[in-house]
């Protein structure tokens, strides 16, 4: 199992980015992808997540992401997106693709994913 991050990088306040979680080894549609970051000095936080396939596809949101960011995924590349839009310089750290067996249920605990990827650095300056 390996996932590789990419995307990341320096940006203006306001501006997007369009993260990407590459999977290997594994069926995506059989796994729930969680998206995390990392700050200097702070805990690791759920962002996002996402699960299921065709008609049923369930997504979560941290409150603070909400109307800014979407996850998505396209199964037949095998790759989670997380496009960031109107980012803000507290939206700075190193973010983390990570998958948890099942794809009918969500979590924010970083303790409940079993795969991580190395993570991306996200850079917002104001």
């Known amino acids: 199992v390996q996932l590789v991050e990419s995307g990341g990088g320096l940006v203006q306040a306001g501006g997007s980015l369009r993260l990407s979680c590459a999977a290997s080894?594994?069926?995506?549609?059989?796994?729930?992808i969680g998206w995390f970051r990392q700050a200097p000095g702070k805990e690791r936080e759920g962002v996002s997540c996402?699960?299921?396939?065709?008609?049923?596809?369930?997504?979560w949101y941290v409150d603070s992401v909400k109307g800014r960011f979407t996850i998505s995924k396209d199964s037949a590349k095998s790759t989670v997106y997380l496009q960031l839009n109107s980012l803000k310089p507290e939206d700075t750290a190193i973010y983390y693709c990570?998958?948890?067996?099942?794809?009918?249920?969500?979590?924010?605990?970083?303790?409940?994913?079993?795969?991580w990827g190395q993570g991306t650095q996200v850079t917002v300056s104001s």
């Open positions: 990570a998958a948890a067996y099942g794809d009918d249920w969500l979590s924010s605990f970083a303790d409940e994913y079993d795969y």
């Open positions: 080894g594994f069926t995506l549609d059989d796994y729930l």
């Open positions: 996402i699960s299921g396939s065709d008609g049923t596809i369930n997504t």
